[in-house]
T-cell receptor
Framework: RKEVEQDPGPFNVPEGATVAFNCTYSNSASQSFFWYRQDCRKEPKLLMSVYSSGNEDGRFTAQLNRASQYISLLIRDSKLSDSATYLCVVNGGGGADGLTFGKGTHLIIQP | GAVVSQHPSRVICKSGTSVKIECRSLDFQATTMFWYRQFPKQSLMLMATSNEGSKATYEQGVEKDKFLINHASLTLSTLTVTSAHPEDSSFYIC????????????FGDGTRLSIL
């Protein structure tokens, strides 16, 4: 079983729509969770950390469900500039210190 | 804040050449730095973790004699790909973190390595 699984997409979404991604992780001992975005041929950039209580940053809302081991990202009022690959990222658990990345979900916002 | 600079951004060289990549945290002290590799259409894969002043910890399957890591200071880590071959061609990205595992990692721009 893959450690972090995401639907690769692509998700084709009209501008202004709301879009949601989920990912699941296999290591129940994982402690830290993040969403990163990666533009084509660029480095990942931190979008937001994810907490059990849920957190919101502008148009972006992230949720963590530890019992079900899944993480979600909601983007409201999507913009053309939101087009990117969104990486679900999990850190730690079992002594591992680096990040484990999902393969990413490709989002295309259409005008 | 939290800027990480990686240099060079692009390298094209002949097989057998050794290539050195630098990773610097510009506005914070990086207690831990990480090196990743990403092949086309694949996820980032952790190669090694390094703490300043100590030997790097390599992931399974990554040859430490092939990929030499030096973390000489709290703001600089280097990765040297020794005697590079075409199969080493990839996108290499470093990241740096100030603090423990709960803190996010901040990534450099990446180095696109092409071995002919």
């Amino acid at each position: 079983r893959k450690e972090v699984e995401q639907d690769p997409g692509p998700f084709n979404v009209p501008e202004g729509a709301t879009v949601a991604f989920n990912c699941t992780y296999s290591n129940s001992a994982s402690q830290s969770f993040f969403w990163y975005r990666q533009d084509c041929r660029k480095e990942p950039k931190l979008l937001m950390s994810v907490y059990s209580s849920g957190n919101e940053d502008g148009r972006f809302t992230a949720q963590l469900n530890r019992a079900s081991q899944y993480i979600s990202l909601l983007i409201r009022d999507s913009k053309l500039s939101d087009s990117a690959t969104y990486l679900c990222v999990v850190n730690g658990g079992g002594g591992a210190d680096g990040l484990t990345f999902g393969k990413g979900t490709h989002l295309i916002i259409q005008p | 804040g939290a800027v990480v600079s990686q240099h060079p951004s692009r390298v094209i060289c002949k097989s057998g050449t050794s290539v050195k990549i630098e990773c610097r945290s510009l506005d914070f002290q990086a207690t831990t730095m990480f090196w990743y590799r990403q092949f086309p259409k694949q996820s980032l894969m952790l190669m090694a973790t390094s703490n300043e002043g100590s030997k790097a910890t390599y992931e399974q399957g990554v040859e430490k004699d092939k990929f030499l890591i030096n973390h000489a200071s709290l703001t600089l880590s280097t990765l040297t790909v020794t005697s590079a071959h075409p199969e080493d061609s990839s996108f290499y990205i470093c990241s740096a973190r100030d603090g423990g595992a709960a803190q996010p990692q901040h990534f450099g721009d990446g180095t696109r390595l092409s071995i002919l």
